[in-house]
């Protein structure tokens, strides 16, 4: 806090009926000193005294005042703008950049929500031949874009009016406040630490391979590879096993698990975590656990709903997982769905500019930017292409397709890019990026980098704009953003912020070595691998340098070798959300190089999960703080994410079996969804 200007008297303004007369600051000044002087000693005095109190009385509510903007970080009502309602940001408020070296609190991979104090503080930019998939037939179908009565479908966990999302999540939230305190109250000390032997006793995974006709289930592991995986492979198995059991208990059918309150929370009312973990189950050979699922899905899940949804999460994680089962099942039911759900979100398409607004109601079919602005976040509008895509090419409709190329056709012209990154932020009326100068590889740009590539690779390789466009960006982020730690010589991708260097990194930046060796595995060129074992040791430092073994939300990073730690978690970033990137990355890299270092590393990670993120009775929860393994600090959320895509990634990661979703054959979306590559076009 800055001290308040010296002042050699208290300035005072008195009602005056002749104060307009005033013309100016300083008689106003003597007006009021010269009412000061008339009052008598007591009347003095009694201002004083209140003046003394109100003091007090602000100095006493200060730190509640601030706890209020630190819980946004630190409580969970934080974690869900952390991921998703970036974007929503509430009237008044400005979404701002945070200072390099504060303690800012509320930080969502690098930025916090601040009262605007400044225009100027608005938020700028800182998120070979391939083999012919064999593909289940697909059934065309007549396309028919159904549109629900407004208001016509009531759920009890979604809001009936759509008026605000984000209001009805809250709702619920409160609602179930005061029972998930009772239950919290209940757990007398709960230190994370937990390893349960579970017996497995599931079936080993179909072993059924009809190539030709439907994707291969996968191999009865126990009868193809060596004990030391098999017992990897069983207690990737085991963790699925112990977290569903809390979802199906707890939480069946809604959208998020809430493990320590034994309880759920929604998001958009659609049964996430079921159907992110849908192939989870299928890839893991937990064959009861995906009928149930399956039945779900048949009979209970509707997108004929009054919700609003956002674009992004809704494609990544439902459509993708939609489309991702039907592939490896053949069963048209999940195909329907996908349909079904992609049409409903079309209407986000329909902007001045074309480029999709960041929130559909999937009932109504109308579709809105958040209410505080026009601009979408440009990783949520580049990163729908994979899903959209393949949707046409199952379907023979090519409205999704043309939509979603169309929103890369225009990124691909826009000016205003740095050596190939591009800012955080893209107006849906000018289709121009907007709050131009901060350049990330983390929150609000990390999958338009990641898509660029994937798209290359799922369209056989033959869309030039799109390699050109990441062979550029990986340039830029070498010359702007790869730096070095003084004290190791760990690599890392910082930030940049109107040319000032940022040695920060959030743990979504772990995509990165993953998504370079996939593409040198490609053909890209050999550098991009190397940078891709630098980066995957520092991701894993970043785990590992952690008194849990599990990675901060963000790191900081010493740049000085007289610094002594190389990596950093400031107090604010110290939470783990169950996150992939890190070991999305470890199987990329085990596939590309048969290292077995990263399966040891890997191995690490899901020791660290099991040990401070496990909760007793059933699912694994994000953490405070990794920083303190007497008390990691439960939030009480199993993200989707974690079913969806980390615990795939470990169990791919310990598998021999390479043709398990062999990655000539298939390109995984961003919330690790397997997705067929398509054959090359003939020469
Ligand atoms: C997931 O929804 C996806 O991986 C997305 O690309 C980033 N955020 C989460 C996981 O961290």
Redesign the pocket.
């Known amino acids: 806090m800055y001290p308040p200007p010296r002042k050699d008297f208290i300035a005072l303004t008195l009602s005056d009926p002749h104060s307009h007369s005033y013309n100016n600051g300083k008689h106003r000044r003597q007006s009021c000193w010269r009412k000061w002087k008339q009052l008598s000693r007591l009347q003095r005095s009694l201002i004083l005294f209140l003046l003394a109190l109100l003091l007090i009385l602000v100095l006493v509510s200060y730190p509640s005042i601030t706890e209020h903007w630190r819980g946004l970080s630190e409580k969970e009502d934080w974690l869900e703008l952390k ?1 998703r309602d970036l974007h929503m940001v509430p009237p008044g408020l400005n979404p701002v950049l945070r200072l390099p070296e504060g303690n800012a609190p509320a930080s969502v991979a690098g930025l916090h929500m601040e009262p605007a104090e400044d225009p100027q503080d608005l938020m700028e930019p800182r998120g070979p031949h391939i083999p012919v998939l064999a593909r289940p037939p697909t059934k065309r179908k007549p396309f028919s874009n159904k549109r629900p009565p407004p208001g016509s479908q009531k759920d009890g966990n979604v809001s009936d009016t759509v008026s605000d999302p984000k209001q009805n999540h809250e709702v619920v939230r409160e609602e179930a406040g005061e029972e998930e305190e009772e239950e919290k109250k209940k757990i007398v000390s709960w230190r994370g630490a937990m390893i349960e032997a579970e017996l497995a006793t599931e079936p080993p995974p179909s072993a059924n391979e009809k190539e030709a006709v439907e994707p291969r289930a996968p191999a009865d592991p126990a009868a193809t590879v060596p004990q030391q995986a098999t017992d990897q492979l069983e207690a990737v198995r085991d963790a699925f096993k112990h977290a569903w059991k809390a979802y199906k208990e707890y939480a069946w059918g809604h959208d998020e698990l809430k493990p320590i309150s034994k309880s759920f929370s929604e998001w958009f009312g659609l049964g996430l975590t079921m159907i992110d973990s849908l192939d989870t189950m299928w890839i893991l050979g937990l064959k009861e656990e995906f009928a149930e699922a399956r039945s779900w899905v048949e009979k209970e899940l509707s997108f004929d709903k009054n919700v609003d949804v956002n674009l992004f999460e809704t494609t ?2 439902i459509l993708g997982g939609l489309l991702s089962c039907y592939h490896l099942t053949g069963d048209q039911l999940f195909l329907d769905k996908a349909q079904d759900l992609g049409s409903r979100l079309m209407p986000a398409f329909k902007t001045p500019s074309k480029i999709p607004f960041s929130d559909v109601n999937i009932g109504k079919g109308t579709a809105h930017p958040p209410r505080w602005t026009s601009d979408s976040t440009l990783a949520e509008v580049t990163s729908i292409q994979l899903e959209f895509r393949e949707l046409s090419h199952l379907t023979q409709d090519p409205q999704y397709q043309d939509a979603a190329n169309e929103v890369m056709r225009l990124v691909h012209k826009l000016p205003g890019k740095h050596d190939g990154l591009v800012p955080m932020f893209i107006n849906t009326n000018s289709g121009q990026f907007s709050h131009k100068g901060v350049f990330t590889l983390g929150a609000r740009a ?2 338009y980098y990641e898509y660029l590539l994937k798209q290359w690779i799922q369209g056989g390789k033959t869309e030039d704009n799109l390699l050109e466009d990441y062979l550029q960006a990986i340039e830029g982020v070498k010359k702007h953003l790869v730096r070095q730690t003084g004290p190791g010589r760990l690599t890392f991708v910082g930030e940049l912020s109107h040319n000032r260097f940022n040695p920060k990194m959030d743990h ?1 930046v772990c995509f990165l070595p993953g998504t370079l060796a996939l593409g040198a595995h490609n053909g890209l060129p050999g550098d991009h691998m190397d940078l891709a074992v630098q980066l995957m040791e520092t991701c894993y430092q970043m785990y590992k340098r952690m008194e849990t073994g599990l990675s901060p939300e963000i790191a900081h990073f010493s740049m000085q070798a007289s610094e002594g730690q190389d990596v950093i978690a400031k107090p604010a970033d110290r939470h783990n959300l169950l ?3 890190t070991v999305e990355s470890l199987f990329y890299m085990h596939r590309f190089t048969k290292d077995s270092k990263y399966r040891d590393w890997g191995w690490d990670i899901l020791q660290s999960f099991n040990k401070y993120t496990k909760v007793p009775g059933g699912g694994y929860t994000s953490i405070n703080n990794v920083g303190d393994p007497a008390n990691p600090g439960p939030r009480d959320k199993m993200e989707s ?1 974690f079913l969806g ?1 980390t615990l795939k990634y470990l169990y791919l990661l310990f598998s021999d079996d390479m043709e398990l979703l062999s990655l000539d054959k298939y390109i995984f979306n ?2 690790a969804h397997p997705l067929p590559i398509w054959p090359s076009p003939p020469k």
């Open positions: 991921d990544i994680r990390d999958s979504l996150r992939p990137e994410f895509e961003t919330e």
